[in-house]
């Protein structure tokens, strides 16, 4: 008796073990996408979820997803393609822009039309950019002085339209009915001198990433405020008018999860919108329950984000985030899919994926001093907690000075290319992992093809990388040192996946990369 009772008891341990891995299967878990996708606004539009981020020196930019679930989402577009021509976005005359570009964005819906805004150091300007259809687009720019600092645009249910904006100290400007500038006659008016209050008065980050939004006809006001000595905090401030009063408190204070807003569902749920910063991969998304409480919105579970969320289970960020690109393309298909991006403004001379078919081509058309100086270095996110880039390259046509391949780009870089010298390729990985990129190992090559990957670890923050080659794409062996993968601010986004070649001898050769494929795994012998 006793044997089968211990048996009934391991069966039943089995059971609830099994069962907890497939409950755990169909359930969402935080962060809902592990990789940069920092500054979320998010709306909803009947059971459609749209969101925008933030891209800053990339292009194209301003990046617009789409999720019916909150969960899983999907890239399906960009509000703009170009920010501006002018040399720090286009890596011209030793000029760039990293770390600035476009900032937090606030994505709106009002009378049938789609609204998101940005602002950039870069241009010195606010950015509106208005379309009818944002899955098709498309989309129509206008820009004004001065560049609002993370501003939230807000239609009110009186027909008046403003931005709130600011850091520590927020401020309000009535723009015009359409949004495209301020209103003539509007002065700029003080909400609040000191936002950060509710978290504590002892200097650290002030309050910024404005979100405002309106519940049962109340206003409410998210910050991000990061107290000296303590972590990103959520700070929440509501009013009955919109200039106020406001009265504020602490909103989220766990996992420095913080800077976003709210987001309802069609069945009434409610839910905050946050981000994390979490290293080397970047400033990841988390979604937080909320509860109303005395006409207050508490996030949390027992005021913890949760790490399991009552939502659908993601399936993954391949292919709705990154992907990988055979670079075929059938008639009718985008020149280039959404999942990629360009550091700085390309040079649409010095690229093709039509002139050898099956192939991506980068041409070099200038000297160039150093690779986050060079153009055309074509860029996808890394992912989390691990992720593998590969790639096929012919280097058959590189010129004397030329140095092609695959990268992880942020400050404190690392590369696995191959460098022409004298007539002979040399496969090469470069660290900057001090500051300053130093060659840590070079390997004669005698073929004109080689494969390439890099492979990423984000467990814990582990934030290591590992590069390799491969002479038949079979038989792989590691090349340089780990790559150590800090998050720095001069960038201010995660490493990403890049294909890169520049010159520093002579322009005129050119580089042809087969494929990129991207899993989310890492082989065995990049394991710690």
């Known amino acids: 008796m006793k044997k089968r009772l211990v048996r009934s008891g391991f ?21 809902i996408l592990f990789a940069d996708v920092p500054d979320l606004s998010m709306i909803r539009v009947g059971t459609a979820y749209y969101m925008s981020s933030t891209t800053m020196h990339l292009s194209p930019g301003l990046p617009i997803m789409k999720s019916n679930d909150l969960v899983n989402w999907h890239l399906i577009g960009y509000a703009y393609d170009t920010l501006a021509n002018v040399d720090a976005l286009n890596l011209t005359n030793g000029k760039s822009t990293y770390g600035r570009g476009s900032w937090a964005s606030s994505l709106r819906y009002h009378n049938g039309t789609y609204y998101v805004t940005t602002f950039a150091q870069t241009t010195g300007k606010t950015h509106v950019f208005t379309t009818k259809d944002i899955e098709k687009g498309p989309w129509k720019e206008t820009s004004f002085k001065p560049s609002y600092h993370d501003n939230t645009l807000f239609f009110d249910d009186d027909g008046r339209v403003y931005l709130i904006y ?19 006659g509007s002065t700029e008016q003080v909400l609040m001198e000191n936002a950060s209050t509710p978290s504590g008065t002892g200097g650290g980050l002030p309050a910024e990433g404005s979100q405002l939004f309106k519940v049962k006809g109340k206003y409410y006001l998210f910050n991000i405020t990061w107290p000296r000595g303590g972590m990103r905090t959520v700070v929440i401030h509501r009013a009955d008018k919109i200039t106020g009063p406001w009265e504020g408190r602490v909103g989220l204070q766990d996992l420095g999860v913080a800077q976003g807003g709210l987001i309802d569902t069609p069945d ?3 839910y905050a919108y ?40 993601s399936k ?4 709705g985030i990154v992907a990988s690109d055979e670079f ?7 020149v280039l899919p959404l999942v990629w991006q360009w550091n700085h403004n390309p040079d649409n001379q010095l690229w093709s994926v039509t002139e050898r078919k099956g192939y991506l081509r980068l041409k070099t058309g200038r000297i160039d001093t150093s690779f986050v100086l060079a153009r055309n270095t074509l860029t996808q996110r890394t992912i989390g907690p691990e992720c593998t880039g ?34 002979q390729n040399f496969m090469v990985m470069i660290s900057a992992s001090s500051g300053k990129p130093l060659e840590s190992q070079r390997i004669p090559l005698g073929q004109k ?16 990388a590992h590069f390799f080659y491969s002479l038949d794409g079979k038989s792989w062996k590691p090349i340089g040192e780990p790559l150590k993968m800090p998050y720095t601010i001069p960038h201010f986004m995660g490493y990403r996946f890049g294909l890169f070649n520049y010159a520093t001898q002579q322009p005129g050769g050119y580089a042809d990369f087969d494929y990129f494929r991207i899993t989310a795994t890492r082989s065995e012998a990049a394991q710690p």
Do not use: H
């Not at 993954?316 to 292919?319: A, C, K, V």
């Not at 093809?449 to 290591?464: G, I, M, P, S, W």
């Open 11 to 31: 069966v039943m341990a089995v059971l609830l073990v099994v069962t907890g891995f497939a409950l755990n299967a169909q359930t969402a878990r935080n962060p």
């Open 166 to 184: 600011g850091a520590g100290k927020l401020r309000l400007v009535e723009l015009t009915a359409d949004a495209s500038g301020v209103k003539p």
């Open 268 to 270: 009434g749920k409610w």
């Open 274 to 313: 946050l981000f994390r910063d979490f290293g080397g991969v970047g400033r990841i998304p988390y979604l937080v329950p909320v509860n109303w409480e005395d006409g207050w919105p508490v996030l949390g579970v027992n005021g913890k984000a949760p790490e399991t969320l009552d939502l659908p289970a």
């Open 316 to 319: 993954g960020l391949i292919p």
């Open 328 to 334: 075929a393309r059938r008639k009718g298909e985008p």
């Open 390 to 423: 590969s790639t096929l390259l012919d280097v058959s046509k590189l010129k004397d000075g030329d140095l092609a391949g695959l990268s992880l780009l942020q400050k404190n870089y690392g590369l696995v290319g191959i460098k022409r010298e004298n007539g």
């Open 449 to 464: 093809t080689v494969y390439l990957k890099a492979e990423c670890n984000f467990k814990d923050r582990a934030d290591t």
